[in-house]
């Protein structure tokens, strides 16, 4: 428990200076706050895909420093991101009545948030009271949209980009995480298929 904790800190803590430091460099207001959400969005899916894709990729490749840890990856993450759900909430309040989403992708986000953390509090014992497939179902559920959020985030820039994102600092920012979000299953897939016969 000791150990989750401190992931949980250091994650939090690491998300909390690249925003401050962002928004030291860029300034506290809309473009400032925007480069922050999107440093921090990569901070908080390095933690997430290290929980989804960690163990499967132990399994295909030898990393076992990484197998058996998707809990404390997915704390990890879920602490991570309450500082990019605190950025949100400033740009809100500095865009209002403006919504930073359109309603639609509004609630489409708010999904993924409530399985961030529904995943998260579950994971605090609660999962352990619950029917073993009834906690996998959730957990397959709540991880796979979660990737999706994220796969969305990072594809519809590169398929899709602006005139303006027309340079190659745009597609480097945003192709990497795009192929990560990508080959998440498909590596978890993968490891699927390895697992010997019960």
């Known amino acids: 428990m000791r150990n989750t904790v401190a992931w949980m800190g250091a994650a939090f803590g690491i998300a909390l200076v690249l925003a401050a430091l962002i928004l030291v460099l860029a300034g506290t207001g809309n473009p400032g706050i925007r480069l922050a959400l999107e440093w921090t969005a990569r901070w ?8 989804y894709a960690g163990t499967a990729t132990a ?6 420093a990484l197998a058996g840890r998707g809990r404390e990856f997915g704390l990890a993450f879920a602490s991570a991101h309450l500082v990019h759900v605190a950025l949100v909430i400033w740009l809100s309040r500095i865009l209002a009545p403006r919504p930073v989403l359109p309603p639609g992708l509004f609630v489409f986000f708010a999904v993924g948030l409530f ?10 014992g609660a999962a352990k009271t619950l029917n073993p497939t009834l906690w996998r179902s959730i957990r397959l559920v709540g991880m796979n949209y979660i990737l999706i ?4 985030d990072f594809v519809m820039p590169v398929i899709h980009p602006k005139p303006s994102q027309y340079n190659l600092g745009h597609f480097l920012f945003y192709v990497p995480f795009m192929l990560a979000s990508l080959a998440a299953p498909l590596l978890a897939a993968a490891a699927e298929l390895r697992k010997p016969a019960a």
């Open 59 to 64: 399994r295909l490749f030898g990393l076992q």
């Open 115 to 124: 399985f961030i953390y529904l995943l998260a509090g579950l994971s605090f």
């Open 149 to 152: 959020a994220f796969g969305r």
């Open 44 to 51: 908080s899916f390095v933690l997430f895909w290290l929980a």
